[in-house]
């Protein structure tokens, strides 16, 4: 009988000793386990990428590249603007107006060629790069339309009738020039809204107003008109809206 009064007894005495640290224990681990929730699905979701907006601004950009050959005195010069949208962070078209001018002389005919004109642009980029707002490596397409009145004079043009040295003028000849462009470009962010970057175009000429007199030697947003084919660029600064 006292040995089954003992035995109750030490039960008794090790259940007080030892359910009191056994809640304290998991009291702790659900302490813990409550804290490492809170700390990591803020971080959690903090390293979730955000989605894309379909839009995500407007750029306007000034191709400083013309403004430096016209400081230099090239052969031709042409100045430009561009209003590019933004979809995705992907898609980019862009709508490009300039001006070009050329006043060029060659020395070894003296022969003197003359134009003014506006020109426009239409097209698309795709950005190849991932991260949203860092550097963008892209490539593009462009269709260019000008149309321009040029002038032509030569002093030293040979009379195919009289076989004499007679002087050649061509004023205010109209003429109409459609291409295509494909262009590769990289730009970088400065700071904020403020971007910088460049572009390399390869042009084809697509049709254009032909003169039996003689072609223009330069064709506004197209570039110099050696040949159906040329090369082309902008260093361009952006502002981002």
Not at 214 to 236: E, L, V
């Amino acid at each position: 009988m006292r040995q089954k009064i003992l035995k109750s007894f030490c039960t008794l005495i090790f259940s007080l000793l030892f359910i009191p640290t056994w809640a304290q224990q998991q009291d702790t681990l659900t302490i813990k386990k409550t804290t490492t929730q809170e700390q990591t699905e803020p971080l959690l979701e903090t390293l979730k990428e955000k989605p894309v907006p379909v839009f995500c601004g407007i750029a306007i950009t000034a191709d400083l590249s013309g403004l430096g050959m016209k400081l230099f005195s090239a052969d031709f010069a042409q100045m430009e603007a561009s209003l590019r949208l933004n979809f995705k962070e992907k898609y980019f078209p862009a709508f490009e107006l300039g001006y070009g001018e050329c006043n060029y002389i060659s020395e070894e005919t003296n022969k003197r060629y003359s134009t003014k004109a506006p020109y426009l642009r239409i097209g698309m980029d795709y950005n190849f790069t991932k991260k949203r707002n860092g550097n963008r490596l892209y490539a593009g397409v462009r269709y260019g339309l000008s149309r321009y009145n040029y002038n032509m004079y030569d002093e030293g043009f040979n009379d195919p009738v009289w076989d004499n040295p007679t002087p050649f003028r061509l004023e205010n000849e109209p003429a109409t020039a459609h291409w295509a462009e494909a262009l590769f470009g990289l730009e970088t962010k400065l700071w904020s809204f403020l971007r910088v970057g460049w572009t390399l175009r390869y042009k084809l000429l697509l049709k254009h107003t032909e003169e039996k007199h003689g072609n223009p030697w330069y064709i506004p947003g197209f570039g110099k008109y050696a040949s159906s084919t040329c090369f082309g660029g902008t260093f361009n600064i952006i502002f981002n809206i």
